[in-house]
């Protein structure tokens, strides 16, 4: 499932796939986790990027809205998210994907001593 982030074509950030799966080998029959991709599109840097998911109970009750960060995305970049989920959950739904590109450097010159 591709979903361009706030459906504006320059949005940078495209959410390539993903889902909502249990985690093997674990006793807890609650534990599930998010897993996913995200890429970034722009041609520069992006110093921090979110996304967040809205999880909600087999009768469609709002359980918690869970997120993750990630640092330092390069250009064409793709991060693997893993979100884990410990409540019983019957779905969930894509909150947001945010970014903050890096900021422009300016060079420092240091003097030697």
């Given at each position: 499932?591709e979903?361009?982030g706030?459906?504006?074509?320059?949005?940078p950030?495209?959410?390539?796939?993903w889902?909502?799966?249990?985690?093997q080998?674990?006793?807890?029959?609650?534990?599930?986790?998010?897993?996913?991709?995200?890429?970034?599109?722009?041609?520069g840097n992006?110093?921090?990027v979110?996304?967040?998911f809205?999880?909600?109970?087999?009768?469609?009750?709002?359980i918690?809205?869970?997120?993750?960060?990630?640092?330092d995305l390069?250009p064409?970049?793709i991060?693997?998210?893993?979100?884990l989920?410990?409540?019983?959950?019957?779905?969930?739904r894509?909150?947001?994907?945010?970014?903050?590109?890096?900021?422009?450097?300016k060079?420092?010159?240091?003097?030697e001593e």
């Amino acid at each position: 499932m591709e979903l361009q982030g706030h459906m504006d074509p320059n949005f940078p950030l495209t959410l390539v796939d993903w889902e909502l799966t249990s985690i093997q080998g674990t006793e807890d029959k609650y534990d599930k986790k998010l897993i996913g991709k995200v890429k970034n599109n722009s041609k520069g840097n992006l110093s921090e990027v979110r996304i967040e998911f809205t999880v909600y109970d087999e009768k469609e009750a709002q359980i918690a809205i869970i997120s993750q960060n990630t640092y330092d995305l390069k250009p064409g970049g793709i991060w693997n998210f893993a979100l884990l989920v410990t409540h019983d959950v019957g779905k969930a739904r894509l909150k947001g994907l945010y970014c903050v590109p890096a900021k422009e450097l300016k060079g420092l010159e240091v003097m030697e001593e």
